[in-house]
């Protein structure tokens, strides 16, 4: 079964400043997206960055980008000049492509942006 | 465009008691997913439905039961209430292939089983 793996439950950053959040995963396909959401405390959850995996190049929108390393099964998500209104619960998660719709969860990670 | 919504927001219920939340996708939308989320598991896939079919189906017991209509609307349905029900559900629209569209959330519906 596909799992994905967040390691940092927690994380700080000052304002204006770059934090990078680390995600794992298990899988044994080779066609699969990966995401980012991220869940501010009104808990609506949004999509940050989507990254297909027989894409080579890393998703960037905006001040979000990813560092997707097929091989070591990792996707991180670097955040550039923090804002305040970044702080939020960030999930990494993943879904295999052409099966079923389920996308696996990471537990999260709890962004702390200090001003 | 409305965005996802969930009806209601909030809920309390007693052990043994059923619970119908329901969610309204956002117009156009055909695929909708049910997610619960608990502090101890995080998110879990519930189940999808897509053209009042039932796609997927998650890892939870026949207790938890869905059903979507013909405007895309669905409804999911807990029986017989424990307290590890207690959670944040949350519902997701997208046009239609989860991994090949953007899917949306509604704001969730917080259910407290006492």
């Known amino acids: 079964a596909q799992t994905v793996t967040q390691s940092q439950p927690e994380m700080s950053v000052q304002e204006a400043e770059t934090v990078t959040l680390s995600c794992t995963y298990d899988?044994?396909?080779?066609?699969?997206?990966l995401f980012w959401y991220k869940q501010p405390p009104s808990r609506q959850m949004i999509l940050v960055i989507r990254?297909?995996?027989?894409?080579?190049q890393n998703a960037t929108e905006n001040r979000f980008s990813v560092n997707f390393q097929k091989a070591a099964k990792s996707f991180s998500l670097k955040i550039s000049d923090s804002q305040l209104g970044d702080a939020a619960m960030y999930f990494c998660?993943?879904?295999?492509?052409?099966?079923?719709?389920?996308?696996?969860f990471g537990k999260g990670t709890k962004l702390t942006v200090n001003p | 465009k409305a965005g996802v919504t969930q009806t209601p927001r909030y809920l309390i219920k007693t052990r043994g008691q059923q619970v119908t939340l329901s969610c309204s996708p956002i117009?156009?939308?055909?695929?909708v997913s049910w997610y619960q989320q608990t502090p101890g598991q995080g998110l879990q896939f519930l189940f999808e439905y897509f053209s009042e079919t039932q796609r997927n189906k998650g890892n939870f017991p026949g207790r938890f039961s869905g059903r979507q209509f013909s405007n895309s609307r669905s409804e999911m349905n807990v029986s017989t209430l424990e307290l590890g029900d207690s959670a944040l559900y949350l519902c997701?629209?997208?046009?239609?292939?989860?991994?090949?569209?953007?899917?949306?959330f509604g704001p969730g519906t917080r259910l407290t089983v006492l």
């Open positions: 997701a629209s997208s046009l239609d292939r989860v991994y090949d569209n953007e899917q949306f």
């Open positions: 998660a993943y879904i295999r492509q052409g099966g079923s719709e389920k996308l696996v």
């Open positions: 117009s156009g939308h055909r695929s």
């Open positions: 899988t044994s396909e080779s066609d699969y997206y």
């Open positions: 990254q297909e995996a027989y894409k080579q």
